[in-house]
């Protein structure tokens, strides 16, 4: 199994470009997740789903969109890449939505907007 | 878990000292209670959890105790070593999935 896999691992953007971010899992899970980590700071919520068509806003879901269309697959869309936006970016995945379980993550995606 | 507490921000301490790192919840519905380590660069991985109904559990030099009462519980580690130092992040997801993570402590333990 892969378990959790993000592409790209590294992307530079200039400013008011758009691009996706692709997370998918071989392992089935109901629940993703999408967080952002700036610099020496914590994981802050994006988005997450709890299955395949619903997807909720965390506590930091201004500038991005999601879609959950399989099981398998949760995007992450920037439209108007910002500054602000430079982060880590992981996605994480759950069969609980983390209740009872692990959730496990991806291996990132580093993006800096210019 | 819509609101997680975590403290202290930073902790330094000397290998073979313990070190203790909390973390507070809201939702009176949760029962599940991972911490995280994040190694420099590397994704965060659970390294030990703990459910409702115990009190306390232990692995190797790691142990996690619960407080329902008081909605807290404290991450354990004893002995520490300089490959203890890292970003530990508690976690709670309450009764809703939504899983949120505590501000993180970064340790450093000093050789």
């Known amino acids: 199994n892969a378990g959790v896999t993000q592409t790209p691992k590294f992307r530079i953007l200039k400013i008011g470009q758009s691009m996706t971010l692709q997370c998918t899992q071989d392992?089935?899970?109901?629940?993703m997740y999408w967080y952002r980590q700036d610099p020496g700071m914590g994981l802050k919520l994006i988005y997450y789903?709890?299955?395949?068509?619903?997807?909720d806003k965390g506590e930091v879901p201004n500038g991005y969109n999601v879609s959950r269309s399989t099981t398998e697959d949760f995007p992450l869309r920037l439209e108007l890449a910002a500054p602000s936006q430079t982060s880590v970016y992981f996605c994480?995945?759950?069969?609980?939505?983390?209740?009872?379980?692990?959730?496990?993550f991806g291996q990132g995606t580093r993006l800096t907007v210019v | 878990g819509e609101n997680v507490e975590q403290h202290p921000s930073t902790l330094s301490v000397q290998e073979g000292d313990s070190a203790v790192i909390k973390c507070t919840y809201s939702?009176?519905?949760?029962?599940?209670f991972p911490w995280y380590k994040q190694e420099l660069g590397k994704r965060p991985q659970l390294i030990i959890d703990?459910?409702?109904?115990?009190g306390e559990k232990k692995d190797q030099r790691i142990a996690v105790t619960l407080n329902k009462t008081a909605k807290h519980f404290s991450l354990h580690i004893t002995e520490t070593q300089p490959e203890d130092s890292a970003v530990y992040f508690c976690?709670?997801?309450?009764?809703?999935?939504?899983?949120?993570f505590g501000q993180g402590t970064t340790l450093q333990v000093k050789p």
């Open positions: 994480a995945s759950s069969p609980t939505g983390g209740r009872l379980t692990e959730a496990f």
């Open positions: 392992m089935n899970h109901n629940y």
């Open positions: 789903s709890v299955g395949a068509g619903i997807t």
């Open positions: 939702d009176s519905a949760s029962n599940y």
């Open positions: 703990i459910r409702s109904n115990v």
């Open positions: 976690a709670d997801s309450g009764n809703t999935g939504k899983l949120i």
